[in-house]
């Protein structure tokens, strides 16, 4: 959407600078207009990247934030668009007709790469989800600040008592209908782009909200950066597994939902993208 209207723009102030220097009278018009509009374009882009700079700058990272902020929100949902075109990312869908209409839900997925998130929230705009992520990503120029302001909740594995504080602040938010949590049970990315067994405690979050956990999985967002690189095209696939209802979450341990939920995503990935529990052992 927000290239279609970058282009829009150039084309017509393209046009106007054509009209304005006669150029339509002759065969001026060839080289102007395609010029113009491809100079207008970039400079398009490059006030929508300042704009997210001073949007960032604005942000108080040391505040702790409330509320979902629908212009921040926007703004990414139309950025993630715009890179999606210009890198050539073509993200195939599936299941997505089964995510729950009415309510907040837990969203769990798999995790190959930092563009997970990104794919996620393209394809969930609707639902307004808002991820539990490593305390390092609050530090990224431009991404930290734009997560704060659509309530993501930075998590501290290397303190109980803090991811605690965490795990509470997402059962509120969920209960208070601000934001869907989008998760990453794994807690890190495979760097064998294979699905890791779980860290259970997650689990608690849906589980004392009584929500739904929506079930994904995501294939080959692992090479997108390396393609990019390589002015190749990128081909990642998104798939809704299925939905764990509230009802079916209640009475159980953490650790049982978690092994429900790690082989929905196992028997949908295959055996070929799932590691395997004696080399998990080795590892550790």
């Not at 395609?34 to 207008?40: D, E, Q, R, S, Y």
């Not at 668009?81 to 995510?99: C, Q, S, Y």
């Not at 995503?265 to 070929?272: F, I, N």
């Amino acid at each position: 959407m927000l290239i279609g209207i970058f282009f829009a723009l150039s084309i017509l102030a393209s046009a106007g600078v054509c009209g304005a220097f006669d150029a339509f009278s002759g065969l001026g018009w060839l080289w102007i207009l395609p010029l113009c509009t491809a100079g207008i374009f970039l400079l398009l882009i490059v006030l929508w990247a300042v704009m997210m700079l001073i949007m960032a700058k604005s942000v108080d990272m040391d505040k702790e934030q409330e509320e979902d902020n629908a212009f921040f929100r926007t703004v990414i949902h139309l950025t993630i668009g715009a890179l999606l075109i210009l890198f050539r990312i073509r993200v195939d869908m599936e299941g997505l007709e089964k995510t729950p209409k009415d309510g907040r839900f837990m969203l769990v997925c798999n995790h190959l790469h930092d563009t997970d998130p990104v794919v996620l929230l393209w394809a969930f705009a609707k639902s307004r989800l808002a991820f539990v992520s490593k305390r390092e990503n609050d530090q990224k120029f431009i991404i930290g600040p734009f997560l704060h302001r659509i309530l993501c909740q930075p998590i501290n594995r290397e303190n109980d008592r803090e991811a605690l504080k965490t795990i509470l602040k997402c059962i509120r938010l969920l209960q208070e209908d601000k934001v869907s949590i989008g998760v990453f049970p794994e807690g890190y990315c495979s760097k064998e782009h294979l699905l890791h067994p779980f860290r259970s405690g997650v689990f608690k979050i849906a589980q004392k909200a009584n929500v739904p956990i929506v079930v994904c999985t995501v294939r080959n967002t692992h090479p997108v950066f390396k393609n990019m690189a390589k002015l190749k095209p990128s081909h990642v696939q998104l798939r809704l597994v299925g939905v764990v209802p509230a009802e079916d979450l209640k009475g159980r341990t953490a650790v049982d939902i978690a092994h429900q939920v790690y082989d929905m995503m196992a028997q949908d990935l295959g055996p070929e993208l799932v590691l395997p529990v004696t080399q998990e052992a080795e590892n550790t």
